[in-house]
């Protein structure tokens, strides 16, 4: 039976989650009572923009989704398991420290008819002037679905990571290949069928941030008419209540598709499973050098963007069609406000250092099984919880205050905090924590001194994630902040929308340079601490 000690701490543990989550039940009614009037969908309906709009999301969320899925799973049968797998896993934190919009704003300097490729291929082709190619902004989003696909498939290789290092299927690939099994056979037979239902989670935060992606649409997506949720971000932010009402309406559209789309897929999956025949035991010979430039094509990209990045930001003169700049000057980055980056680093400290208690109390005094309702916000589109979020902001007198956007910030970071901790908190020995109280102290104590010590480098590496999430935020940003707090995620984004590249490379720069510094400080702290403690490096 818990002791009373453990039953204080259990209802603080709930006590404190619920502060973040509860508001939402009553500010998702008032953002979306608009939508229940039949009016708002007769206006939405007789919008002409909206039907282009729903086809350009659908198709950047459903090809960006596949296509991330197909990435990370082919880089992983080509690396998984080796040496080349391991390297790999120690670079894939330096890409996800790339932020979205910053993303999306070198994938932009890259394809761009005047963009370094189409430079490039000025050496075989002789151009003077860029070409007349639509490579960005197109009417039906597919730049925005591969730049989607390759920034996805980071958090898909990462979601790999934490499930092939589990001994089990370590076990299974070394005995299915000591059998005389190919490791494309061993992929098809034996892992994917036990990888995809675990990928169902993943993959349907992909396809919902997808939908309701505005940031990387406002700088890679169709512009007349922009994807659905840009609309339906500009219809909620107009001050003409019927556009609101369209714009509530429209976001329940988005939350109707990702249940429409997770429905088929999971039907499609089981019809699948009736006609799976079973292997016939042919051992086939293996292959494993078709493709071994695929990873590093595919991991170029990446730093292709943060190099054009950096050498934009300290370009002078550059014309098309010329490959380098002309002259290399400090003006950008003595012309650039640095407000923005210090209020982004505030503000993800401040959310980072109230949630990590949160997560930490939750995780060992809270009910394990409503994990799934904490994950909520990572698997619905950001757009109908933002308006609930801001609605509950508006009722509270909270709008445009810190508070209100320390708020606005946790709800998001929390669940990737909660999600990079579970694993490592599971998998710690009970026994050490049963022989630490056996002692005589409590289980707060026996957490504080000995079990979160332990655990330094997970907890750190959920710091570090939950900070590049919260700077990453630009929805909740704009909404919470009233239009008060510039960061430099949404200073890059308005910048987007100018012509200065140079300084728009700085922006997107430092809004790289926020989440590495975390991910450095998550490698080396735990460390510099652990020296002189055997064990704990």
Not at 104 to 112: K, R, S, T, Y
Not at 233 to 261: C, F, H, I, Y
Not at 426 to 439: E, G, S, V, W
Not at 463 to 489: E, H, K, M, W
């Amino acid at each position: 039976m818990p002791s009373w000690r453990d039953q204080i701490m259990f209802g603080l543990a709930i006590a404190l989650v619920a502060r973040i989550f509860m508001p939402l039940i009553p500010g998702f009614f008032w953002a979306m009572s608009p939508a229940f009037h039949l009016s708002a969908w007769q206006t939405f309906w007789v919008d002409r923009q909206w039907l282009q709009a729903l086809l350009a999301t659908v198709l950047s969320a459903t090809i960006g989704t596949t296509l991330a899925f197909l990435f990370a799973i082919t880089i992983s049968m080509l690396l998984y398991p080796g040496r080349r797998w391991l390297q790999l896993r120690q670079r894939l934190p330096i890409l996800l420290a790339i932020p979205h919009a910053a993303f999306a704003i070198g994938f932009f300097f890259l394809i761009a008819p005047s963009g370094w490729l189409s430079r490039l291929m000025v050496l075989l082709s002789g151009w003077v002037m860029p070409p007349n190619w639509v490579t960005v902004q197109d009417s039906y989003g597919l730049s925005l679905a591969l730049a989607l696909a390759i920034k996805e498939s980071w958090f898909l290789l990462w979601v790999l990571f934490a499930v092939l290092s589990e001994q089990e299927i370590t076990k299974q690939m070394t005995i299915a290949q000591t059998l005389g099994y190919s490791r494309t056979q061993v992929w098809r037979t034996i892992l994917l069928p036990q990888l995809l239902p675990r990928m169902g989670w993943p993959l349907a935060a992909v396809f919902a941030y997808g939908l309701s992606v505005v940031d990387m649409a406002v700088i890679l997506g169709p512009t007349n008419p922009p994807t659905l949720a840009v609309l339906i971000w500009q219809w909620l932010t107009n001050p003409d209540e019927k556009l609101q009402a369209q714009g509530s309406a429209a976001s329940l559209l988005l939350l109707g598709l990702l249940l429409m789309m997770v429905a088929l897929v999971r039907f499609v999956w089981q019809q699948g499973l009736l006609f799976r025949c079973y292997p016939m035991g042919k051992r086939n010979s293996e292959h494993n050098s078709r493709f071994p430039w695929l990873h590093s094509l595919f991991f170029g990209v990446g730093y292709a963007v943060i190099f054009l990045l950096l050498l934009w930001s300290f370009a002078g003169r550059w014309f098309f069609p010329a490959i380098w700049p002309e002259t290399i000057t400090l003006t950008s980055w003595l012309q650039t406000d640095f407000a923005p980056f210090q209020t982004s680093l505030w503000l993800g400290l401040a959310v980072c250092f109230l949630c990590l208690p949160l997560v930490l109390f939750w995780l060992e005094w809270g009910p394990q099984r409503f994990n799934a309702v904490l994950y909520l916000p990572l698997i619905v589109p950001a757009l109908p919880l933002m308006a609930g979020q801001y609605s509950a902001l508006l009722h509270l007198h909270l709008d445009g205050s810190a508070t209100g956007l320390i708020w606005s910030h946790l709800l998001w970071v929390l669940p990737y905090m909660l999600l990079t901790l579970v694993g490592p908190y599971r998998a710690f020995d009970r026994r050490i924590m049963t022989t630490t109280q056996a002692l005589g102290v409590s289980r707060f104590m026996a957490c504080l001194r000995v079990k979160w010590p332990m655990l330094l480098r997970p907890i750190m590496a959920a710091l570090a994630i939950g900070f590049a999430v919260s700077i990453a935020q630009y929805l909740p940003t704009l909404f919470a902040g009233g239009g008060r707090f510039d960061t430099v995620t949404t200073e890059a984004v308005v910048l987007s929308a100018g012509g200065n590249r140079r300084i728009l490379a700085v922006q997107a720069l430092l809004q790289i340079l926020l989440p590495l510094m975390a991910f450095a400080c998550a490698a080396g702290l735990p460390t510099w601490l652990a020296r002189h403690r055997k064990g704990l490096h």
